[in-house]
């Protein structure tokens, strides 16, 4: 028991069991302990024994060796330890780690690699490098692999293998860069293969080509002039108008210094470029520039700095856009404005004297013309009324002709005086109530003519915007032609409404009446031209021509639909009032 005292628990009872039974059955034991020194300090031992026995074959005496192990064992636990070290450095790392062998048999396969070949340890250890690798891409780098067989010794050899493809267990190919090295283990060579997924990297680098393509393309192809500096103002890019306007004949800028292409640069652009290296953004959108052959130009330009990866300013972009022929153009549009207003002037002068001699040809018509008619005409019945009985019959109906051709004449000139009024005067714009001024104008027509059954229907709540003098003598003209023009129908009915034509509000005046021939339309709106006979329907030939008139100076148009026998409607459109103007005059 003095003995017990110097072993670990675990130790002793091992020991003693090992003794137990080379006592008991005669076999030799070798077994591992843990001591305890007297200074406190543990050492290994390896305790060796074996049976003596007698005669009869009795055991009778153990004998046996004990070894101090400790620095064996300390090496045994520091290999452990290194090898679980080196198990979680595999486990865990972010490459796919691949051991093989000579034959390219795989031996060690960590969880990275599964994760990118979609493929178990089990599964590939023991397997071909090949079923990971496609041939036409291991081939090209068999030599390479080779080579580290060539070397005895057991140091580790690193290279290369570059960008190839690997396949994953799903028969997809990636891209993947590759890295070798070798190690010898009791005179076998075993190789390991590190393997880096770059699929996110060549993706990434994919679409920053794109990028800048596009850029570039974008940065030559657009329609101002664009470069970019760095801190010394020598050229990182330029687009294609910049090499045009100010390469000075070179094909590419980069590299070259700003102001050793252009020497003879204003120092108050160097200024403002260096405004723009301490941050400052810059521009101008009208600004005069005088080139070196003498030649003026006008410029919109910026200037604004732009950051690195790190934040700091690492240059400026300079665009520029040459605006002369807009300015040119502006100019232009100046003078001809100024021709323009003067031309204006010019035919309003001119308008106003031709005004001044219509009203003195109004004037002469109206005073100078009428006496010498008021005075045939009533010359004419003079002679019939006092000297009718002396007179033969053929003398008489001459006189009743003259007669009848003085007032002819009377109402022609007033129809000129009511046509040259028309669209003359200020427009005083309105909202006309259209349904209120045509029943009215309709209850007159039936008072003075009452003998007439008519069918009258008037939409309610029309409204127009213009000059309610004006729009008064269109309705009173439509209004007086529809009455004239069924005079001759056995029920005949007039129907003002309204109708909405292609986002156009159309005021219409419709009529079961005579009608007309589309085919003389043109004819419709001609002062003095008429469709019809003077013993079938009375008239000048003044009333639409003066209604066509009024629209036009309304800035409106008219229109006229009709068949012979089977009546007419004129619709006209009015210019609608400003919403607000509406609201203002609804208000008042």
């Not at 070290?85 to 060690?108: C, F, K, P």
């Not at 300013?313 to 207003?341: F, M, V």
Request: hydrophobic share 40%.
């Amino acid at each position: 028991m003095e003995v017990q005292q110097y072993f670990s628990q675990e130790s002793w009872t091992r020991l003693a069991a090992e003794v137990e039974k080379c006592l008991a059955k005669g076999d030799s034991y070798q077994c591992d302990a843990e001591v305890s020194r007297p200074d406190g300090t543990h050492r290994w031992i390896v305790a060796r024994g074996e049976a003596v026995r007698d005669a009869d074959g009795n055991v009778i005496i153990l004998h046996g060796t004990v070894q101090d192990i400790t620095e064996r064992k300390r090496a045994e636990q520091a290999l452990r330890e290194s090898e679980e070290q080196l198990a979680g450095i595999v486990n865990s790392a972010m490459d796919a780690l691949i051991t093989i062998d000579e034959q390219q048999r795989i031996r060690l396969f960590n969880p990275a690699a599964g994760q990118m070949f979609g493929l178990s340890a089990a599964e590939a250890i023991g397997q071909h490098l090949g079923r990971l690798i496609p041939k036409r891409f291991r081939h090209a780098h068999e030599d390479h692999i080779r080579n580290f067989g060539l070397t005895s010794t057991t140091s580790r050899r690193m290279g290369e293998l570059g960008e190839i493809s690997g396949l994953r267990n799903n028969g997809e190919e990636f891209p993947i860069e590759a890295s070798i090295s070798q190690v010898s283990i009791n005179g076998g060579k075993l190789f390991t293969v590190i393997l880096r997924d770059i699929t996110e990297r060549k993706q990434s680098e994919e679409g920053i080509r794109k990028s800048q393509a596009q850029l570039n393309t974008f940065i030559q192809h657009a329609p101002i002039s664009i470069a970019m500096f760095d801190r010394n103002m020598n050229y990182l890019a330029t687009s294609g108008r910049f090499l045009l306007e100010y390469g000075r004949g070179y094909t590419d800028l980069t590299g070259r210094n700003h102001y050793q292409v252009n020497p003879d640069m204003p120092i108050e652009w160097k200024q403002i470029h260096q405004q723009g290296l301490a941050g400052a953004t810059l521009e101008n959108d009208e600004d005069l520039w005088l080139q070196a052959d003498g030649s003026k130009h006008w410029l919109r330009w910026a200037v604004l700095p732009w950051t690195n990866e790190k934040g700091a300013i690492g240059g400026i972009i300079i665009s520029t856009e040459d605006i002369t022929d807009r300015k040119l153009a502006e100019e232009e549009i100046r003078r001809l404005n100024a021709n323009l207003e003067q031309l204006v002037a010019e035919r309003t002068a001119e308008l106003t004297a031709a005004n001044r001699e219509l009203d003195a040809f109004a004037y002469a018509v109206s005073h100078d013309l009428r006496a010498p008619l008021r005075a045939m005409c009533g010359f004419s019945q003079a002679l019939i009324e006092d000297y009718g009985e002396g007179l033969c019959a053929e003398a008489i109906i001459y006189l009743e002709q003259i007669d009848l051709a003085g007032r002819k004449m009377s109402e022609l000139i007033d129809g000129l005086l009511t046509l040259s009024r028309s669209t003359r005067g200020e427009l005083h714009l309105d909202i006309v109530d259209l349904s209120n001024l045509s029943e009215r104008l309709l209850a007159e027509l039936m008072q003075n003519d009452p003998g007439r059954q008519m069918v009258v229907q008037v939409t309610p709540g029309l409204q127009v915007h213009g000059d309610a003098r004006m729009i008064e003598v269109i309705m009173r003209n439509l209004l007086d032609n529809a009455w004239k023009y069924t005079v001759h129908t056995a029920v005949p009915s007039i129907r003002v409404y309204s109708e909405e034509q292609n986002g156009e509000r159309r005021f219409c005046v419709a009529d079961n009446g005579a009608g007309f021939d589309m085919a003389h339309t043109d004819k419709m709106f001609q002062p003095f031209q008429r469709l019809h006979r003077q013993d079938e329907f009375p008239g000048i030939g003044i009333g639409l021509a003066t209604v066509q008139r009024i629209v036009h100076r309304h800035g409106g148009n008219i229109e006229a639909h009709g068949k012979p026998g089977k009546g007419a409607v004129f619709c006209f459109a009015l210019p609608d009032m400003p919403a607000d103007a509406m609201q203002a005059e609804n208000e008042a």
